[in-house]
């Protein structure tokens, strides 16, 4: 519970260091009349980065580091932030107790560090809480290379089906035959059309938030092998069984339903619910193999639970 804090109180000292280059910048215009409040503002400052910073430690020790490499950086340069803090607020202190020009040399130093600093921690931080590139706009994906290329379809369109391909029997031919030894047509399902059709869902709705830098709930959906591992609620996909497989049946909550994937815009259409369906319906074949052989190898103990986020 208290690191989950982390998020709230990380504002109060960005805030007030916001406030302390503010008056630093005008106190060097006009003089002592902005410069007494400093050091207090700056202790305050540097006191709740401590605290955001703690908060942050027993939310990665509590409940595990879900960001790979991206949370790391954030905890790390979020440590760093906070002891520049600590040093620049008794730079400060010296300043007005010492009278020390290197102290105030110092402590100016340190206020465009920990700018710096705050400005780069807060670009992970966003990622994290966002997405990838969420300042500068769009999103990197290793899937998106290989992505079908074909626009999306509207709402209008079709529900996706399995491609079929029929062999070449003659109906003449069947006729000929006896009741007894009538030949049935036989039917291929196109794998890799399935999984495109499936891809191409989990790439555009998934993939954002379940990705190797920032893996919610411990899965990420950037390749094939990932999605059938799942993540730490058990199996996103459990291959011929959709209704048990919570890739999907999150995504079919209700839009009003907090346990909805994405959580976040508009819901999965129709089409694209049932692209993810056929695929898991025909055992979640991968983009290399035509059958399923080794989906169930990759899944994990039925009784595990299947709450998993998509």
Excluded at 39 to 66: K, S, T, V
Excluded at 220 to 238: C, F, H, K, Q, T
Excluded at 269 to 278: I, M, T, Y
Aim: proline share 6%; net charge negative.
């Amino acid at each position: 519970m208290l690191g989950r804090l982390h998020v709230v109180l990380i504002h109060l000292p960005l805030g007030l260091l916001a406030g302390v280059v503010l008056l630093r910048l005008l106190s060097a215009w006009y003089g002592e009349r902005y410069r007494s409040a400093l050091p207090a503002l700056m202790w305050l400052c540097a006191i709740g980065g401590l605290a955001a910073a703690a908060a942050g430690w027993i939310l990665f020790i509590g409940e595990g580091n879900q960001w790979g490499a991206l949370g790391s950086w954030h905890q790390w340069l979020g440590t760093a932030l906070a002891l520049v803090l600590i040093a620049t607020a008794w730079a400060m202190h010296c300043v007005f107790t010492a009278g020390s020009w290197t102290s105030s040399i110092a402590a100016d130093i340190g206020l465009v560090c920990c700018a710096v600093l705050a400005a780069i921690t807060g670009h992970y931080g966003g990622q994290m809480t966002h997405g990838r590139n969420y300042l500068f706009g769009g999103s990197s994906s290793s899937l998106a290379a290989t992505a079908d290329p074909s626009p999306s379809p509207s709402t209008n369109a079709p529900a996706v089906a399995p491609i079929v391909i029929h062999s070449d029997t003659d109906a003449a031919e069947q006729e000929s035959h006896d009741d007894n030894d009538q030949a049935e047509d036989t039917a291929e399902v196109d794998y890799q059309a399935l999984w495109r059709a499936a891809e191409k869902v989990i790439i555009n709705h998934c993939e954002e938030c379940h990705n190797s830098d920032r893996a919610r709930g411990y899965l990420n959906l950037e390749r094939y092998d990932l999605i059938m591992r799942g993540g730490s609620s058990g199996p996103a996909v459990r291959p011929g069984e959709p209704q048990r497989s919570p890739l999907l049946t999150l995504a079919e909550l209700p839009e009003d339903n907090w346990d909805r994937m994405p959580p976040d815009g508009p819901p999965l259409k129709e089409n694209e619910l049932d692209a993810l369906r056929q695929w898991i319906i025909h055992g979640a074949p991968g983009p290399e193999n035509g059958d399923n052989d080794d989906t169930d190898n990759a899944t994990q103990n039925d009784d595990e639970p299947d709450n998993n986020e998509p």
